[in-house]
Protein backbone atom coordinates (compact mmCIF):
# COMPACT_ATOMS: atom_id res chain seq x y z
CA UNK A 1 0.00 0.00 0.00
CA UNK A 2 1.03 3.82 -0.76
CA UNK A 3 2.55 5.39 2.60
CA UNK A 4 4.47 8.55 2.75
CA UNK A 5 6.91 8.51 5.85
CA UNK A 6 7.60 11.75 7.23
CA UNK A 7 10.63 12.90 9.57
CA UNK A 8 10.07 13.29 13.59
CA UNK A 9 9.29 17.06 14.64
CA UNK A 10 11.59 19.61 15.10
CA UNK A 11 12.40 22.69 16.82
CA UNK A 12 14.82 25.03 15.22
CA UNK A 13 15.30 28.99 16.08
CA UNK A 14 14.58 32.24 14.09
CA UNK A 15 16.78 32.25 11.27
CA UNK A 16 17.81 28.79 11.22
CA UNK A 17 17.11 26.39 8.40
CA UNK A 18 14.99 22.89 8.64
CA UNK A 19 15.29 19.88 6.99
CA UNK A 20 11.77 17.68 6.95
CA UNK A 21 12.11 14.18 4.61
CA UNK A 22 9.19 11.95 2.93
CA UNK A 23 9.97 8.39 2.29
CA UNK A 24 7.65 7.06 -0.31
CA UNK A 25 7.18 3.63 -1.08
CA UNK A 26 4.23 1.16 -2.26
CA UNK A 27 4.48 2.87 -5.78
CA UNK A 28 6.69 3.47 -8.38
CA UNK A 29 8.76 6.67 -7.08
CA UNK A 30 9.45 8.71 -9.94
CA UNK A 31 5.64 8.26 -11.50
CA UNK A 32 4.53 10.96 -9.57
CA UNK A 33 4.62 14.04 -8.65
CA UNK A 34 5.04 14.88 -4.63
CA UNK A 35 3.85 18.65 -3.61
CA UNK A 36 4.61 20.09 0.28
CA UNK A 37 1.84 21.05 2.51
CA UNK A 38 1.68 23.39 5.70
CA UNK A 39 -0.81 23.75 8.55
CA UNK A 40 0.19 26.24 11.14
CA UNK A 41 -2.03 25.87 14.71
CA UNK A 42 -5.28 26.85 13.85
CA UNK A 43 -4.78 27.56 10.46
CA UNK A 44 -5.77 26.08 7.12
CA UNK A 45 -3.61 24.09 4.39
CA UNK A 46 -1.42 26.16 2.82
CA UNK A 47 0.54 24.56 -0.63
CA UNK A 48 4.57 25.20 -0.54
CA UNK A 49 5.28 23.60 -4.09
CA UNK A 50 5.91 20.62 -5.31
CA UNK A 51 8.77 18.23 -7.12
CA UNK A 52 8.91 15.66 -9.68
CA UNK A 53 11.18 12.77 -8.75
CA UNK A 54 11.45 11.63 -12.44
CA UNK A 55 13.75 14.61 -13.26
CA UNK A 56 13.93 17.17 -9.90
CA UNK A 57 11.80 19.82 -11.21
CA UNK A 58 10.25 21.73 -8.80
CA UNK A 59 7.54 25.20 -8.92
CA UNK A 60 7.18 26.41 -5.60
CA UNK A 61 4.86 29.33 -4.28
CA UNK A 62 5.54 32.68 -5.07
CA UNK A 63 5.21 33.14 -1.19
CA UNK A 64 8.17 30.89 -0.23
CA UNK A 65 10.17 31.05 -3.45
CA UNK A 66 12.66 32.91 -1.76
CA UNK A 67 13.64 30.60 1.37
CA UNK A 68 12.54 26.90 0.03
CA UNK A 69 14.52 24.09 -1.70
CA UNK A 70 13.06 20.66 -2.90
CA UNK A 71 15.02 17.88 -3.65
CA UNK A 72 14.96 14.08 -4.12
CA UNK A 73 16.83 10.86 -3.47
CA UNK A 74 15.33 8.39 -6.21
CA UNK A 75 17.94 5.55 -4.65
CA UNK A 76 15.90 6.02 -1.48
CA UNK A 77 12.80 7.21 -2.68
CA UNK A 78 13.04 10.27 -0.24
CA UNK A 79 11.87 14.10 -0.84
CA UNK A 80 13.20 16.88 1.04
CA UNK A 81 11.97 20.08 1.51
CA UNK A 82 14.60 22.98 2.99
CA UNK A 83 12.76 26.23 4.46
CA UNK A 84 15.44 28.75 5.40
CA UNK A 85 15.73 31.60 7.43
CA UNK A 86 12.91 30.24 9.81
CA UNK A 87 10.57 32.58 11.82
CA UNK A 88 7.80 32.18 14.34
CA UNK A 89 5.37 32.19 11.76
CA UNK A 90 6.58 28.86 10.27
CA UNK A 91 5.74 27.37 13.01
CA UNK A 92 3.14 24.26 11.53
CA UNK A 93 2.69 21.05 10.39
CA UNK A 94 4.22 20.13 6.86
CA UNK A 95 2.95 17.07 5.33
CA UNK A 96 4.18 15.88 1.97
CA UNK A 97 1.11 14.68 -0.33
CA UNK A 98 1.41 12.42 -3.49
CA UNK A 99 -0.47 14.45 -6.44
CA UNK A 100 -2.62 12.42 -8.64
CA UNK A 101 -1.47 10.97 -12.16
CA UNK A 102 -4.74 12.77 -13.91
CA UNK A 103 -5.66 15.55 -11.88
CA UNK A 104 -3.97 17.71 -9.53
CA UNK A 105 -5.03 16.93 -6.16
CA UNK A 106 -3.29 14.96 -3.26
CA UNK A 107 -4.11 11.16 -2.81
CA UNK A 108 -2.42 10.35 -0.16
CA UNK A 109 -0.63 12.12 2.66
CA UNK A 110 2.15 11.51 4.82
CA UNK A 111 1.89 12.02 8.96
CA UNK A 112 2.90 15.22 9.19
CA UNK A 113 5.94 16.77 10.81
CA UNK A 114 5.54 19.48 13.14
CA UNK A 115 8.31 21.86 12.93
CA UNK A 116 8.68 24.56 15.75
CA UNK A 117 10.70 28.00 15.78
CA UNK A 118 11.13 29.67 18.74
CA UNK A 119 13.78 31.43 20.57
CA UNK B 1 -6.45 32.88 -6.58
CA UNK B 2 -8.84 32.75 -3.41
CA UNK B 3 -11.58 30.29 -2.54
CA UNK B 4 -14.27 31.29 0.04
CA UNK B 5 -15.57 28.97 2.44
CA UNK B 6 -17.83 29.72 5.12
CA UNK B 7 -15.68 29.60 8.71
CA UNK B 8 -18.61 27.14 10.32
CA UNK B 9 -21.32 25.09 9.29
CA UNK B 10 -24.05 22.74 11.72
CA UNK B 11 -26.02 20.34 11.27
CA UNK B 12 -27.70 17.82 12.96
CA UNK B 13 -27.25 13.83 12.66
CA UNK B 14 -29.42 12.33 9.89
CA UNK B 15 -29.77 16.14 7.93
CA UNK B 16 -27.66 17.22 4.66
CA UNK B 17 -24.46 19.31 5.21
CA UNK B 18 -24.01 21.87 2.25
CA UNK B 19 -20.30 23.07 2.05
CA UNK B 20 -19.79 25.67 -0.69
CA UNK B 21 -16.59 26.99 -1.98
CA UNK B 22 -16.47 30.20 -4.02
CA UNK B 23 -14.83 31.95 -6.69
CA UNK B 24 -15.49 33.77 -9.98
CA UNK B 25 -16.38 31.39 -12.76
CA UNK B 26 -15.13 28.23 -10.54
CA UNK B 27 -17.36 26.32 -12.64
CA UNK B 28 -14.74 26.42 -15.22
CA UNK B 29 -12.40 24.09 -13.03
CA UNK B 30 -12.26 20.79 -11.19
CA UNK B 31 -12.77 20.74 -7.66
CA UNK B 32 -11.47 18.61 -4.63
CA UNK B 33 -12.44 18.18 -1.02
CA UNK B 34 -10.87 16.94 1.71
CA UNK B 35 -11.91 16.01 5.28
CA UNK B 36 -9.42 16.37 8.20
CA UNK B 37 -10.06 15.24 11.44
CA UNK B 38 -8.39 16.88 14.16
CA UNK B 39 -4.73 15.42 14.70
CA UNK B 40 -4.82 13.71 11.37
CA UNK B 41 -3.50 14.39 7.71
CA UNK B 42 -6.19 15.50 5.35
CA UNK B 43 -8.29 13.14 3.57
CA UNK B 44 -9.46 13.04 -0.35
CA UNK B 45 -13.32 12.38 -0.31
CA UNK B 46 -14.80 13.83 -3.55
CA UNK B 47 -12.31 14.13 -6.72
CA UNK B 48 -13.29 16.04 -10.15
CA UNK B 49 -15.88 17.62 -8.62
CA UNK B 50 -18.16 14.89 -8.19
CA UNK B 51 -16.38 11.50 -7.53
CA UNK B 52 -15.55 9.62 -4.76
CA UNK B 53 -11.89 7.31 -3.72
CA UNK B 54 -12.53 4.30 -2.62
CA UNK B 55 -13.89 3.96 0.61
CA UNK B 56 -15.45 6.70 0.84
CA UNK B 57 -19.40 6.37 1.56
CA UNK B 58 -22.07 7.38 -1.21
CA UNK B 59 -23.23 10.15 1.42
CA UNK B 60 -20.35 12.97 -0.04
CA UNK B 61 -21.09 14.29 -3.59
CA UNK B 62 -20.07 16.92 -4.72
CA UNK B 63 -21.41 19.99 -7.68
CA UNK B 64 -19.76 22.62 -9.37
CA UNK B 65 -21.10 25.73 -11.40
CA UNK B 66 -21.17 29.31 -11.87
CA UNK B 67 -18.74 30.78 -9.11
CA UNK B 68 -19.92 28.17 -6.15
CA UNK B 69 -18.72 24.31 -5.93
CA UNK B 70 -20.76 22.41 -3.08
CA UNK B 71 -19.80 19.58 -1.53
CA UNK B 72 -23.11 17.41 0.23
CA UNK B 73 -23.06 15.45 3.09
CA UNK B 74 -26.10 13.51 3.32
CA UNK B 75 -27.39 11.82 6.16
CA UNK B 76 -24.58 13.48 8.73
CA UNK B 77 -23.19 11.14 11.28
CA UNK B 78 -21.46 12.15 14.31
CA UNK B 79 -18.06 10.79 12.42
CA UNK B 80 -18.23 13.14 9.65
CA UNK B 81 -17.45 16.18 11.93
CA UNK B 82 -14.36 17.06 10.69
CA UNK B 83 -12.72 20.61 8.84
CA UNK B 84 -13.82 20.51 5.32
CA UNK B 85 -11.28 22.13 2.26
CA UNK B 86 -11.98 22.61 -1.02
CA UNK B 87 -9.00 22.80 -3.29
CA UNK B 88 -8.28 23.51 -7.22
CA UNK B 89 -5.73 23.66 -9.50
CA UNK B 90 -4.99 27.81 -10.70
CA UNK B 91 -4.17 26.91 -14.39
CA UNK B 92 -2.76 30.52 -15.15
CA UNK B 93 -0.02 30.09 -12.10
CA UNK B 94 0.28 26.15 -11.68
CA UNK B 95 -0.07 26.96 -8.22
CA UNK B 96 -2.51 24.46 -6.03
CA UNK B 97 -5.09 26.27 -4.02
CA UNK B 98 -6.88 25.54 -0.95
CA UNK B 99 -10.21 27.09 0.18
CA UNK B 100 -9.56 28.77 3.86
CA UNK B 101 -11.71 25.86 5.26
CA UNK B 102 -14.88 24.95 6.46
CA UNK B 103 -15.57 23.34 10.50
CA UNK B 104 -18.85 21.28 10.25
CA UNK B 105 -20.36 20.91 13.48
CA UNK B 106 -22.85 17.53 14.27
CA UNK B 107 -25.11 19.43 16.77
Known amino acids: QVQLMQSAADVKKPGASVQVSCEASGYIFTSYTLSWVRQAPGQGLEWMGWIAPFNGNTKYAQKFQDRVTMTTDTSTSTVYMELRNLRSDDTAVYYC????????????WGQGTLVTVSS | YVLTQPPSVSVAPGQTARITCGEN??????VHWYQQKPGQAPVLVVFDVRDRPSGIPERFSGSNSGNTATLTISRVEAGDEADYYC???????????FGGGTKLTVL
Open chain 2, 87 to 97: QVWDTSSGDRV
Open chain 2, 25 to 30: NIGSKT
Open chain 1, 97 to 108: AREGLTSILFDY
